[in-house]
C-alpha cells in the first residue's frame, strides 16, 4: 500500500493533522501491523484528527480477500481496531492496548477500494475508555 492518500480522499484531508504513532524508523510502533509505515504486510492506516475524533482512509489490499472481493472479517477488524486506537489517542494522548472489540458486520467491505473509517470517544472511565467507530 502506498502512503499517499487515495485519490478519492485527497480533498477530504486539507487541513487535518495526521496523528502519528512512529516518529520514525527505531520507534517501537513502526512495524504495526495496522499503522506501521514500515510493516511489509501490513495496512498502513492513517488517521487524522478531527473536532469530533478521527479519520482514517485505508485501501484494503486484494492479498486481504475474504469472500470475493471482501476485505476478511479479521481484516476488518484490525482496521475497525486502528480507527479506534486513534480515537483514543486524539481524546486522552494517550496510547493504550484493547480490553475489548465488538465488530458487527453490516455489509462486506471491498478491497482495492477507498474506505473511510470514523472514530470517536463516547466515556472516559479513567481506567478505560469507550469509544465507537465506523
Do not use: N, W
Not at 60 to 73: C, I, K, L
Amino acid at each position: 500500500m502506498s502512503a499517499d492518500l487515495p485519490e478519492a480522499f485527497r480533498g477530504l484531508f486539507t487541513g487535518l493533522v495526521e496523528q502519528r504513532y512512529s516518529p520514525g524508523p527505531g520507534d517501537a510502533f513502526h512495524r504495526c501491523f495496522g499503522c506501521g509505515p514500515a510493516h511489509p504486510s501490513g495496512l498502513h492506516v492513517r488517521v487524522f484528527k478531527t473536532d469530533e475524533g478521527v479519520l482514517a482512509p485505508v485501501v484494503v489490499p486484494r492479498v486481504y480477500e475474504g469472500p470475493p472481493g471482501a476485505a476478511h472479517g479479521g481484516i476488518v477488524a484490525a482496521y475497525l481496531d486502528e480507527i479506534l486506537g486513534g480515537a483514543v489517542v486524539r481524546a486522552t494522548g494517550k496510547i493504550s492496548v484493547t480490553g475489548e472489540l465488538t465488530v458487527r458486520y453490516v455489509r462486506p467491505a471491498p478491497t482495492e477500494t477507498p474506505l473511510l473509517g470514523r472514530g470517536r470517544l463516547v466515556a472516559d472511565h479513567g481506567r478505560y475508555v469507550d469509544v465507537e467507530g465506523s
